[in-house]
């Protein structure tokens, strides 16, 4: 199974800043089966990011996503107020999937 | 557009069968991967499986021996089964279409999730 670490845990800024989350993954990911997913309280989860850097249709250009191997990294170039929630990695190259803890995106 | 939307029990008592149903709407089922995850409240979400529109499935090793996932072409629904459930297995319950239909796609769209708590 591919453990997928994320970091922070907790990630502190304000609208208009610039945002980098990581994801670190206990495997190479040969062929970057790694996506993104933001998820609001009370809400399912949305696919952001695929391929770890491909935009899922109808994503805004301030989310992108970069990467290779085992480090990925979700960057959100201008922080708008929508955008504090919590993001999620996940792996999808094969059984089992599995998810990150989550980081949380919060307001300074 | 399509949507997916989870129905089944909300309160399901401790070593009885959790059952859920998925159906997709505004779509095909046909050629598509099918998945149930789930995510305890306040935590983290955890694939639980995948079934083929054809009806071959993979399950998670952790869940395997008391899952069950289905699927009805006709009605375009598939379906969770849990078996021998704990208070542990309490979670909104989600379901959700591969974005494409590769096995090896991740989820878009995902159902609203289904809180399924289990209490006697």
């Known amino acids: 199974e591919i453990v997928l670490t994320q970091s922070p845990g907790t990630l502190s800024l304000s609208p208009g800043e610039r945002a980098t989350l990581s994801c670190r993954t206990s495997?190479?990911?040969?062929?970057?089966?790694l996506a993104w997913y933001q998820q609001k309280p009370g809400q399912a989860p949305r696919l952001l990011i695929y391929?770890?850097?491909s935009r899922a249709t109808g994503i805004p250009d301030r989310f992108s996503g970069s990467g290779s191997g085992t480090d990925f990294t979700l960057t959100i170039s201008r922080l708008e107020p929508e955008d504090f929630a919590v993001y999620y990695c996940?792996?999808?190259?094969?059984?089992?999937?599995?998810f990150g803890r989550g980081t949380k995106l919060e307001i300074k | 557009q399509v949507q997916l939307q989870e129905s089944g029990p909300g309160l399901v008592k401790p070593s009885e069968t959790l059952s859920l149903t998925c159906t997709v709407s505004?779509?095909?089922?046909?050629?598509?991967?099918l998945n149930w995850i789930r995510q305890p409240p306040g935590k983290g979400l955890e694939w639980i499986g995948y079934?083929?529109?054809?009806?071959?499935?993979n399950y998670h090793p952790s869940l395997k021996s008391r899952v069950t996932i289905s699927v009805d072409t006709s009605k375009t629904q598939f379906s969770l089964k849990l078996s021998s459930v704990t208070a542990a297995d309490t979670a909104v319950y989600y379901c959700?279409?591969?974005?494409?239909?590769?096995?090896?796609?991740?989820?878009?769209?995902w159902g609203q999730g289904a809180l399924v708590t289990v209490s006697s």
């Open positions: 079934i083929y529109y054809t009806g071959s499935t």
């Open positions: 391929g770890a850097s």
């Open positions: 495997q190479s990911l040969s062929s970057s089966y």
């Open positions: 505004g779509g095909s089922i046909s050629g598509y991967y």
């Open positions: 996940q792996y999808y190259g094969g059984s089992p999937y599995t």
């Open positions: 959700a279409r591969g974005y494409s239909s590769s096995w090896s796609a991740p989820f878009d769209p």
